[in-house]
């Protein structure tokens, strides 16, 4: 997951792709619309994943990342003729297409293999991608020096070789719910909170400092540390299980009494056939088209067709289009911005990284306090989103009426609020929809985001942003036809443009209000309880 968020350092290569290539601010906003198409629309990944094993997935998605990206890079370093627009389109759709397969094929497995913890487990699992963006930044520094070019080439080939080494140990399982689950899932939070102010602490040193090769070199080694340090967590684990096995079954009853003295009520140790490959009794087998108005209750395993035509789902819908559709248009156009802003290409770099990094900690906060919250008060999993898209609407109009510093502090909470949404989407569409068609029905949930994304990106955003540099250009008496680049300097550029992103998120705030509503006795009762029922089956 952690080589999955290749499609968040857009905003730190698309300036070459935009001189380059000669595209104007719309032309590139296009092609960041693709981009979001790509890595949102992950429909074609979740029906694969219903019908072949992970490891097929995660190959796909492998060859998709390198050759998308591979290509582009080609384009950029004029290795082959200039492509057309809409083949440079088709590139990067490809290519951030390929994100899909990693978060099928690990997500969506960790979240069936851990069913009462699916909260944390999304948290962590798309906080790691929230990390990727400085995860590889500090990678290309150290191999390829300050060259966005290269960038590329390292998203292409990296992800995609990590797919291929990792492939077998992503699996689903049979469902062992032990009385630590929660607490080692803590012990994989703290190793990447070190991960995540370690590269917090080189960005902002990075900035001040001029870094050697060998210094680039020895950040991204201990980078490369970090990321592997839960796996020590897992080893341990491991050898736990390992141990207990060897000895007979009555040792392993003393052991687990023992080790559960505190636990009033302690989960049985022996493995559990995984749920989903029960049918239920009642289960429906006639035509799913006749059953689509027949819907069972929340929490229960819908049809695609029934959780994608049900209120609840356009609520998500519409709450996701201006939420999520907001937060990519930011993300994408953040260089853009500090351009126009006028901050140093260095300092442009730094406001990618801080979004990288607090779309990690957005994450893992969503998950984490999540399902603190409603483990311990049964707060709805809706309000928490209500809330963040309050908040991102501040990191918005700090940009659109910018002040000494306000880019950074904009950075910090589009990036916080744009890691938060995702794994609470992800979570609400399982707890309501059920786990059944979950690798399809999570791909069709984000459905919104690239089409939010295209309005407020490509329609909104980069009209106005050329309409503001022609009207610069006209002011010095120039003309397009006079420059390559089409290119806007003031705070002008994204005021209008940024106004609007506020004001269609906080209509999402309200829409998702609306779903609190109507959850909130869903979520009084005991959400995860036939998860246990079925733990105390022997």
Not at 291 to 308: H, N, S, V
Request: aromatic share 12%; charged share 15%; glycine share 8%.
């Amino acid at each position: 997951m952690a080589g999955a968020g290749a499609t968040y350092l857009f905003g730190t290569y698309s300036k070459e792709i935009k001189s380059s290539l000669g595209y104007d601010q719309q032309t590139l906003n296009l092609m960041g619309f693709f981009k979001d198409l790509g890595a949102n629309v992950g429909v074609l990944s979740g029906l694969i994943a219903e019908v072949t094993p992970t490891w097929f997935v995660l190959l796909v998605g492998s060859a998709m990342n390198f050759a998308g990206y591979f290509m582009i890079w080609l384009a950029v370093t004029g290795k082959i003729a200039k492509p057309r627009v809409w083949q440079m389109c088709l590139y990067i759709c490809i290519g951030a297409n390929s994100q899909n397969f990693a978060n099928t094929g690990a997500l969506v497995t960790c979240v069936k293999n851990f069913p009462e913890s699916r909260g944390i487990m999304l948290g962590l699992l798309k906080g790691f991608v929230g990390l990727s963006g400085a995860i590889l930044t500090q990678i290309y520094l150290a191999v390829y020096g300050n060259d966005s070019k290269s960038l590329i080439l390292l998203i292409a080939w990296l992800p995609a070789a990590l797919s291929v080494v990792f492939v077998y140990t992503i699996r689903t399982t049979k469902v062992v719910r032990q009385p630590n689950e929660v607490k080692v899932f803590y012990q994989f939070l703290y190793a990447s909170i070190v991960l995540a102010l370690f590269l917090m602490t080189m960005t902002i040193v990075q900035k001040f400092v001029v870094f050697s090769k060998e210094a680039y070199a020895g950040s991204a080694t201990a980078v490369c540390i970090l990321l592997f340090l839960p796996l020590v967590v897992a080893f341990k684990e491991e050898l736990v299980f390992w141990n207990l096995n060897k000895q007979p079954p009555n040792e392993v009853i003393v052991v687990k009494k023992v080790s559960d003295i505190d636990d009033p009520k302690p989960e049985p140790l022996q493995p559990l056939p995984h749920e989903s490959t029960k049918e239920p009794e009642t289960a429906i087998t006639s035509n799913c088209f006749l059953t689509i108005c027949d819907k069972p209750p929340r929490g229960e395993d819908y049809t695609i067709l029934q959780a994608l035509l049900s209120i609840d789902m356009l609520i998500l819908f519409i709450a996701t289009l201006g939420g999520l559709g907001s937060s990519l248009t930011a993300v994408d156009n953040l260089g853009q911005i500090g351009e126009s802003l006028g901050y140093p290409t260095k300092t442009i770099k730094s406001f990618v990284s801080l979004v990288s990094i607090w779309n990690y900690f957005g994450r893992v906060f969503s998950g984490f306090v999540s399902e603190t919250l409603l483990a311990k008060y049964k707060t709805p999993r809706p309000l928490l989103m209500t809330l963040v898209l309050l908040l991102a609407c501040v990191g918005y109009l700090m940009i659109a009426f910018p002040f000494k510093g306000s880019v950074y502090v904009a950075s910090v909470i589009i990036g916080f609020t744009f890691g938060a949404q995702l794994p609470l989407l992800f979570a609400i569409i399982s707890e309501l929809f059920g786990l059944k068609y979950y690798s399809t029905l999570f791909n069709c949930g984000q459905l919104a985001s690239p089409l939010g994304s295209y309005i407020l990106n490509v329609k909104v955003t980069g009209l106005l942003y050329d309409h503001e540099a022609l009207k610069d250009l006209a002011r010095r008496g120039l003309n397009r036809s006079s420059v390559k680049e089409l290119t806007c300097i003031g705070v002008h550029c994204y005021r209008i443009s940024f106004v609007i992103l506020a004001t269609v998120t906080f209509c999402g705030a309200l829409v998702s209000l609306i779903l609190v509503i109507r959850t909130r006795e869903f979520y009084k009762s005991d959400i995860y309880k036939k998860f246990r029922e079925n733990a105390e089956k022997p």
